[in-house]
């Protein structure tokens, strides 16, 4: 067990916390949250963490708001506690699409955000798969980002892919498709995408060859699954044998998994940086990859003051 580590989980993701108190040998410290009549949330450390290295693990994952202020709450209240150092372990970091002026008198959410956490009392953030990687700027305090490509890579090696072939679904996540070609060895594709309003896209083109290949679409979320379903449409219909789609964070909002159980994909390939509790057992084309031993690691790592990067050369 690494001495002076404190784990503080709130009730965004009880399932992943513990998994990481099993990977590092260290019990989650006990909180008691309760709630006022009104809504109000009311939480109390129960355990001594003055001096302590305390990593507070919350996902801002739906109901979003709620965790928000829970890991706010969370963090003010271990700042008051004399805690050492204040890690906000954020496996999804919630409003990162929201991350510049798109239009008129519109906040950058993710920048609020960033301030809120600071000022709560966090002095560094780890998290996965940020929606945009210049959100890290948004910060103040040192922010360890994580690839969850890591696990996808690993289970994607491991599986039975025809000729692979790497799909970005719109032009911003070429980057991180290419990159995840070149370390499989496998060819890319871009689907050219126009995007009508938030939430609403309609595919285009498919730039590359993808026929007779398996086709692997590669996103950092799936939300409403509309862009994934119709980019697993348009490669069908170009000549893909399978179509498949790997994404770190599954939202999985509204209609998503019926789009998914009618949709070509053979199989939605995700990681449980959100819970997903009933989706699981709706949606039978979802496999769900944990990126506990990860996070552990990262964690472990940060207590010894000892390379993150290393974890991905």
Known sequence: MPVGIKLVSGNAHKELASSISSHLGVPLTDVAV????????????????????????????????????ELLLMLDALKRASAGRIT?????????????????????????VADLLTTAGAHRVLTMDLHAGQIQGFFNIP????YGQAVLYDYIKRGKFQEPVIVSPDAGGVERARNFAKKLKASLAI??????????????????????????????M????????????????????????????????GPAIDRVN???LEE???????????????????TILSVAGLFAEAIRRIHEESSISSLFI
């Open 34 to 69: 309760t709630h006022f009549s009104d809504g109000e949330i009311m939480l109390q450390i129960n355990d001594n963490v003055r001096g302590a290295d305390v990593f507070v693990i919350q996902p801002t994952c739906p109901p979003v708001n709620e965790n928000i202020m």
């Open 88 to 112: 906000a372990v954020m496996p999804y970091y919630g409003y990162a699409r929201q991350d510049r002026k798109v239009q008129p008198r519109v906040p950058i959410s993710s920048k609020l």
């Open 143 to 146: 922010v360890d980002h994580l």
């Open 191 to 220: 689907i050219d995408k126009r995007r009508q309003a938030a939430n609403i896209s309609e595919v285009m083109n498919v730039v590359g060859d993808v026929s007779g290949k398996d086709a692997v679409i590669l996103d950092d």
């Open 222 to 253: 799936i939300d409403t699954a509309g862009t994934i379903t119709q980019a697993a449409e348009a490669l069908k219909k170009k000549g893909a044998s399978r179509v498949y789609a790997a994404c770190s964070h599954a939202v999985l909002s």
């Open 262 to 264: 009618k949709s070509a």
């Open 268 to 286: 939605l390939i995700v990681t449980d940086t959100i819970a997903l509790d009933s989706k699981r057992e709706l949606c039978s084309k979802l």
